[in-house]
């Protein structure tokens, strides 16, 4: 199992940028897609974005597409996403995931076999 911990949260303005971070630890992670996922308040746990173990193959959801990036460094162990041009309705706690592929983690969140604690995002108007 991969054990995973998110940084970078925080409060920013509508229009500003944010950096998360995730470390990984455990068994092989460079062998597992990684994703993030976000839960608002009152709202299902959403697909936002994933990576293939290699880091050649990304998946985005619609309503981030162009705004966001995932990358990821194997030889550290960590997955970061960059998130640009925030708005208010991107504020929600963050998680961390692992999985079996990139294509499958945007399809379905059953698919993740290890999440993070999740990090607060908060995008004020």
């Known amino acids: 199992q991969v054990l995973l911990v998110e940084s970078g949260g925080g409060l920013v303005q509508a229009g500003g940028s944010l950096r998360l971070s995730c470390a990984a630890s455990?068994?092989?992670?460079?062998?597992?897609?990684m994703g993030w996922f976000r839960q608002a308040p009152g709202k299902e746990r959403e697909f936002v974005a994933a990576?293939?173990?290699?880091?050649?193959?990304?998946a985005y959801a619609d309503s981030v597409k162009g705004r966001f990036t995932i990358s990821r460094d194997n030889a550290k162990n960590t997955v970061n996403l960059q998130m640009n041009s925030l708005e208010p309705e991107d504020t929600a706690v963050y998680y961390c995931?692992?999985?079996?592929?990139?294509?499958?983690?945007?399809?379905?969140?059953?698919?993740?076999?290890?999440w993070g604690p999740g990090t607060q995002v908060t995008v004020s108007s």
């Open positions: 995931a692992a999985g079996p592929s990139a294509s499958t983690m945007r399809a379905t969140v059953h698919s993740v076999n290890s």
């Open positions: 455990g068994r092989t992670p460079s062998t597992y897609a």
């Open positions: 990576i293939s173990g290699s880091g050649l193959v990304t």
